[in-house]
Nanobody, 124 residues
């Protein structure tokens, strides 16, 4: 079993910054991919920034140059530094991870997990 716990959301003015954190815990064997998605009301959930399974980053075009994803492998934690925030960045931000974990009898299993989401609101 794997859990993702997010923190760092809040209310900021346009042009401000926030730093989101997501910590994965459980019987983790390896984190294959991990990153951030967001969903505004009435919209689909879209990729923001991720580390893919090869360790490379992938950013949404709308956040390039403003957001930076980073990770601390020792803590199984991923961060999203968000600078120059705009009102259109307002959304619930979700952490997602593709994890290989140790199930019963230490058999390796793989699954995709989502955090509970954290609200980011950017005011004009």
């Amino acid at each position: 079993q794997v859990q993702l716990v997010e923190s760092g959301g809040g209310l900021v003015q346009a042009g401000g910054s926030l730093r989101l954190s997501c910590a994965a815990s459980g019987r983790i064997f390896s984190v294959n991919a991990i990153g951030w998605y967001r969903q505004a009301p009435g919209k689909q959930r879209d990729l923001v920034a991720v580390f893919n399974s090869g360790g490379l980053t992938n950013y949404a075009e709308s956040v390039k140059g403003r957001f930076t994803i980073s990770r601390d492998n020792a803590k199984n934690t991923v961060y999203l530094q968000m600078n120059s925030l705009k009102p259109e960045d307002t959304a619930v931000y979700y952490c997602n991870a593709d994890v290989t974990y140790l199930g019963n009898s230490f058999l390796r299993e793989r699954n995709d997990y989502w955090g509970q989401g954290t609200q980011v609101t950017v005011s004009s």
